[in-house]
């Protein structure tokens, strides 16, 4: 079955750090992996994907990520935060695209507080 | 506004009522999903359309929980005998494959 795990309820990091926020997966086939991020009263917002190619891909608002195979991990970074980036940030996995459709299983989310 | 539209943004009930939510895709996207997330949780997939066709419903949604998408565009999501469990964020979504595109979310409370 499909899972990912987000290790940490909540990062806190000084505005002007680099930050990290951890997210584990687990598919049977080959993944499709997936950072959305969620500020309050607000749908999910799209930032990232792995579907294949280079490890480090990159997003918007100066995100990336990188797909580790053998540590089955995407984990989301970011060079210097901003207090703006706080917000709730879910990591997701699809297992392909069977059928032509990818059904997302999101990890439980990490809430990132930069403080100024 | 192009992105994806939901209807209600909110809505109060009381227990046993039924409710009715409405889903607006990206016009060009022909694959719309549904989500449910609740307090503290991501979201959990609950059904999928492609066109007018819907092609997989998750166990979490019981024989109350019905949803349509007459001609491939919008989506309409029923729950039927809410319950207090069913209070929740619904979130919609919408996809030109593979990223999914969601809307704002109806916040239903059952009371």
């Not at chain 1, 930032?47 to 997003?59: A, E, F, Q, R, S």
């Not at chain 1, 100066?62 to 970011?78: I, P, R, V, Y």
């Not at chain 2, 166990?59 to 989506?75: C, I, N, Q, T, V």
Request: with cysteine.
């Amino acid at each position: 079955a499909q899972s990912v795990a987000q290790p940490e309820d909540q990062v806190n990091v000084a505005e002007g750090n680099p930050l990290t926020v951890k997210c584990t997966y687990s598919v049977s086939g080959n993944p499709y992996l997936f950072w959305y991020v969620q500020y309050p009263n607000r749908g999910l917002q799209f930032l990232l994907k792995y579907i294949t190619g280079d490890n480090l891909v990159k997003g918007s608002y100066g995100f990336e990520a990188e797909f580790n195979k053998s540590q089955t991990s995407f984990h989301l970074k970011k060079p210097s935060a901003l207090v703006s980036d706080s917000a709730l940030y879910f990591c997701a996995v699809s297992e392909g695209f069977s059928g032509g459709y990818n059904k997302l299983i999101f990890g439980a989310g990490t809430r990132l507080a930069v403080h100024p | 506004d192009t992105g994806v539209s939901q209807d209600p943004r909110h809505k109060i009930t009381k227990r046993g009522q039924n409710v009715t939510f409405r889903c607006d895709p990206i016009s060009e996207h022909n694959r719309l999903y549904w989500y449910r997330q609740t307090l503290g949780q991501g979201p959990e997939f609950l059904t999928y359309f492609q066109n007018e066709a819907q092609l997989e419903k998750s166990r979490l949604l019981s024989d109350r929980f019905s949803a349509e998408r007459p001609k491939g565009s919008f989506s309409t999501l029923e729950i039927q005998r809410t319950e207090q469990g069913d209070s929740a964020m619904y979130l919609c979504a919408s996809s030109l494959p593979p990223e999914q595109f969601f809307g704002p979310g109806t916040r239903l409370t059952v009371l």
